[in-house]
């Protein structure tokens, strides 16, 4: 569970110097020390090594602590209303267990590789001619006649 260290102040929030709290993830519960000076960063880190969590996989969620806040690394534990009594919950996933289902992927064509009988010229394709064709029927051309003196 989650208790004030003698050097640090029961009531949370300011004031407190090391602090020991309660984070839930995956139905255990952990405990992590931290200091008022640390960060969200270092929390994580510290976090990472009691779960195997990577800390870029982890979303903390507390009681009355904005989730913008927790998931700011640079913040300083000291500037929340962190209390020991309450318990921080943890959601993610060890990287191990992530699966990337390759198969339902796009598939990927790789032009380079084409066959060159494959790939139709510009000039040979339909709509390009028919564009072709109706611009030279529209075309109108005019000879200017030359004067002899």
Known sequence: MA?????????????????????????????????????????????????????????????????????DDATILSTLQLKPTLKMTMIGTVEDEIFVDQVDGPEIIDDFELVQEDVTDIKDKDVNQQKLKRRISQYKTFLEEEEEE
């Open 3 to 71: 208790s004030a260290s003698a050097s640090g102040s029961s009531s949370g929030g300011e004031g407190w110097e090391e602090m020991t709290l309660c984070v839930k993830w995956n139905g255990k519960e952990y405990t992590v020390r931290v200091c008022a000076d640390d960060t969200v960063g270092e929390l994580k880190r510290r976090i990472c090594e009691a779960t195997t969590v990577l800390p870029k996989r982890q979303k903390l969620l507390y009681p009355k602590v904005g989730p913008k806040q927790l998931s």
